[in-house]
């Protein structure tokens, strides 16, 4: 008989060795990193758009787990969902019939697309975005595919042959036979194009890594070439649909684009069951989906489970009934307003952009001497240290979590849950501000921490 297992007993019993464990039995660097900086916190539980630690202190979300909590954290309706889905005892992934769950959250989910047809249900982003790249390649019968420079599309073999950071490539070759544009250049993606091997250009309408927005009338000129050369557009909203910008897909910010092909994941999931959808127009599936000997050409064996379903169709209910699309793009526009109200006040403060609940901040050489030294010291040692910086004291001193966009970069990006409201924006711009204010201060808890980084990234190369 199996020994009864006691989930609350075991977390009681070793929940203190998680650090240890995590550094003995995965990724070692993770804990070392956390340490270094600071973060290696231990939370006890959380809710909505905030974290509470072992002594009661509540911490501020602003990263949203990379933007997959886009609801915030237990959402009563997506739990009950799951409680609702795991007690159904449904015949769950048999392969040989089709349950209702995996239909009825396509439906709703091409509702907000209408002028897409299908859907394939996946895990994960990356996975979202490996969908769309083999079906691009079959469909148009050519190899290569166009990115934007800087662009983060997913860390496995195909989408990393996507990404535009060489960080994340680097040691991984080869890869596949695609190709870099800047975002916004359409010359260069004509240029491209002429050579007659394009299968699709993958773009985010607002990329993650530095929050760089698609320039007005991009996306539309750029799908006016694709369709002249019988090219596709995927537009990768993984990290910026269901909401995240004020509108339900960032590429709805401008009036005429309808891709080809649309990848989501993140904030579909709840915060509880990976999940990826790939949509796409119905012509693509069909010569995909060609017939019954190509039936499981392309397929999953997680996917379109019941939970992950269940969590995406309570996420959308969640995202009518409380108006989750608009507060983002309401509170947004006045985090991004308030923060901006500071640009000229701050002169290591060098522009505030982003759309709805996706901003970033970016910080630049100041004018004044005393500063510039200290600056210029950062930036011999590594660029993106300031930034660091600025997140360090964040969390220690204010309790609030955020992210720095990008490897060498002096942008921190806020994509915090869409839930939060004014009681969050006061608390991030007041805590921003008093950062700042000791930064051209010269405090010096702010600067000696900047030495600490300064030291372990001369320490690392």
Not at 127 to 133: C, H, M, Q, R
Not at 151 to 158: K, V
Not at 397 to 420: A, N, Y
Request: hydrophobic share 45%; proline share 4%.
């Amino acid at each position: 008989m199996t020994k009864e297992f006691d989930l609350g007993a075991l977390l009681a019993e070793r929940g203190a060795e998680r650090y240890e464990l995590h550094g003995r039995y995965l990724n070692a660097q993770l804990p070392r990193m956390l340490r270094t900086i600071g973060f290696d916190k231990v939370y006890e539980r959380a809710e909505g758009a905030y974290f509470w630690d072992t002594d009661g202190n509540d911490y501020l979300d602003m990263l949203a787990g990379f933007g997959v909590m886009g609801l915030g954290r237990h959402h009563p309706v997506v739990r009950k969902a799951l409680h609702d889905v795991l007690d159904a005892s449904l015949a769950d992934l048999t392969r040989f019939d089709c349950q209702p769950l995996p239909g009825l959250l396509a439906e709703r989910l091409l509702s907000y697309s209408p002028h897409l047809d299908r859907v394939f249900f996946g895990n994960s982003g990356t996975e979202a975005v490996e969908g769309a790249l083999k079906f691009a390649r079959y469909v148009t019968g050519r190899p290569r595919v166009l990115y934007c420079a800087h662009a983060f599309h997913g860390l496995t073999t195909g989408s990393l042959s996507v990404n535009g950071e060489a960080g994340f490539r680097d040691g991984f070759a080869p890869l596949l036979p695609d190709t870099p544009v800047p975002l916004g250049d359409l010359d260069a993606l004509a240029g491209e194009l002429a050579k007659g091997d394009v299968a699709a250009l993958i773009v985010e309408p607002v990329q993650g890594k530095g929050v760089h927005e698609a320039p007005p009338g991009y996306l539309l000129a750029a799908q006016e070439l694709l369709r002249r050369h019988k090219a596709l557009l995927i537009a990768d909203e993984v990290q910026t649909g269901l909401g995240r910008t004020g509108t339900f897909y960032a590429y709805q910010h401008e009036d005429g684009v309808e891709p080809d092909l649309v990848c989501v994941a993140k904030a579909l999931s709840g915060g509880y069951v990976p999940v990826g959808a790939t949509l796409g127009r119905d012509w693509i599936f069909r010569k995909v989906y060609s017939s019954m000997d190509r039936v499981l050409v392309h397929s999953a064996s997680f996917g379109s489970n019941a939970q992950a379903m269940a969590a995406g169709l309570a996420v959308l209910a969640v995202l009518e009934d409380e108006q989750i699309v608009a507060n983002a793009a309401a509170t947004g526009a006045l985090l991004r307003s308030r923060l901006a109200a500071l640009v000229d006040r701050y002169e290591l403060l060098s522009e505030v952009r982003g759309r709805g609940l996706m901003i970033g901040i970016e910080f630049g050489r100041p004018r004044s001497m005393r500063l510039r030294s200290r600056w210029s010291m950062l930036q011999a040692a590594r660029k993106g240290l300031f930034a660091q910086m600025v997140v360090a004291p964040l969390m220690h001193r204010h309790r609030i979590l955020t992210q720095v966009s990008g490897d060498q970069m002096e942008v921190i990006k806020l994509i915090p849950p869409l839930i939060i409201g004014e009681r969050e924006v006061d608390r991030f711009v007041d805590a921003f501000t008093e950062v700042m204010e000791d930064a051209h201060s010269g405090g010096g808890l702010l600067w000696d921490f900047g030495k600490t980084l300064v030291k372990q990234a001369v320490a690392n190369h």
